[in-house]
């Protein structure tokens, strides 16, 4: 049962214009949501979250918006750069489940330069 | 600033053999996690403690798997006997904890290969 769904598995996107991830969730007890940006042979790293009181959060170049009545929210990258290429991923906690995160499949992002 | 710390970065052993996998949180934070990533399932936790207690393990495989926090600063995952499925990507993250929502912050991984 996949409660948080990635389902674009990957995105090509040329250098300076935007990048828009996509993710749908299911249970709607999430209320902490969370992109990271994964390289190869590397951990994921924290990119930006989101509360659900909120939908809208900017940080640079990146934004993430939450549409709680469609359970779907998505990463704005705007300029898109090279170095941006990498694997997203979407994740999802809720409090009632002690904060533990539930991760997407991901999304292979490709910059082209 | 150190990050989350693990070791080893690649084991590769033979079936049937113990594996510990070791982990340093970043100092201060109060709640660890240990995540599994493969092609078929993706992320997905296996066991996360609050102050070196475990809060739910409900994700660990089975037996064959156990984790351990015996201070604030050092975790270790073990799988004793290993078997060929176990290989994977293991991460070990942490976070503040505490209440309200806080990113978890990951190591780099221990890449493991049972043969």
């Known amino acids: 049962d996949q409660q948080v769904k990635q389902n674009s598995p990957s995105l090509s996107v040329q250098e300076g214009r935007i990048s828009i991830l996509n993710c749908d969730y299911t249970n709607s007890m999430f209320d902490y949501f969370l992109w990271y940006k994964k390289y190869p042979a590397e951990g994921p790293t924290f990119l930006i979250s989101?509360?659900?009181?909120?939908d809208k959060n900017e940080d640079g170049r990146f934004t993430v918006f939450l549409n709680k009545s469609a359970k779907h929210l998505s990463l704005h990258i705007v300029p898109s750069q090279p170095g941006d290429s990498a694997v997203y991923f979407c994740?999802?906690?809720?409090?009632?489940?002690?904060?533990?995160?539930?991760f997407g499949a991901g999304t292979i992002l490709r910059v082209k330069s | 600033d150190a990050g989350v710390i693990q070791s080893p970065r690649h084991e590769v052993t033979e079936m049937g053999q113990e594996v510990t996998l070791r982990c340093k949180p970043i100092?201060?934070?109060?709640?660890l996690f240990w995540y599994r990533q493969t092609m078929m399932r993706g992320l997905e936790l296996l066991i996360y403690f609050n102050n070196n207690v475990p809060i739910d393990d409900s994700g660990m495989p089975e037996d064959r798997f156990s984790a351990k926090m015996p201070n604030a600063s050092f975790s270790t995952l073990k799988i004793q006997p290993s078997e060929p499925r176990d290989s994977a990507v293991y991460f070990c993250a942490s976070s503040p904890g505490g209440a309200g929502n806080q990113p978890q912050h990951f190591g780099d991984g221990t890449r493991l290969s049972i043969l």
């Open positions: 100092s201060g934070h109060n709640s």
């Open positions: 989101i509360s659900s009181i909120k």
């Open positions: 994740a999802a906690s809720a409090r009632e489940y002690g904060n533990k995160l539930v």
